[in-house]
Nanobody, 129 residues
Framework: QVKLVESGGGVAQSGGSLRLSCQASGRPFRNYAMGWFRQAPGKEREFVGAINWSGSSTYYADSVKGRFTLSRDNTKDMVFLQMNSLSPEDTAVYYC??????????????????????WGQGTQVIVSS
């Protein structure tokens, strides 16, 4: 498994922006597609977005499309989630995840029988109205 450590969470005002980072280590980063997921209080963890190993393809949940952008830097073993036009509904713990298959990240739900290969510990995002 690859080790993942998220950072960049915090408090933002509605309409504001935050940028989350995820540092990977332990395995060749290029072997993995990367994803971001989030879990709001009292809700199931849900898919936010995913990016393939090269960064050439990205996928987003409808709820964040047009507001959030994934990118990755394979020279630094990092993936990023730029979040713009934040709303209180974006308040959640955000998790970075890695898996060799981008489809596995895209299709994962909390009821999936198998999860991504690796999860980070999560970073809290709070959006105030």
């Amino acid at each position: 498994q690859v080790k993942l450590v998220e950072s960049g969470g915090g408090v933002a005002q509605s309409g504001g922006s935050l940028r989350l980072s995820c540092q990977a280590s332990g395995r060749p980063f290029r072997n993995y597609a990367m994803g971001w997921f989030r879990q709001a209080p009292g809700k199931e963890r849900e898919f936010v977005g995913a990016i393939n190993w090269s960064g050439s393809s990205t996928y987003y949940a409808d709820s964040v499309k047009g507001r959030f952008t994934l990118s990755r830097d394979n020279t630094k073993d990092m993936v990023f989630l730029q979040m713009n036009s934040l709303s209180p509904e974006d308040t959640a713990v955000y998790y970075c995840a890695a898996d060799p298959l981008v489809s596995k990240l895209r299709l994962w739900t909390s009821s999936s029988s198998a999860g991504p290969d690796s999860w980070g510990q999560g970073t809290q995002v709070i959006v105030s109205s």
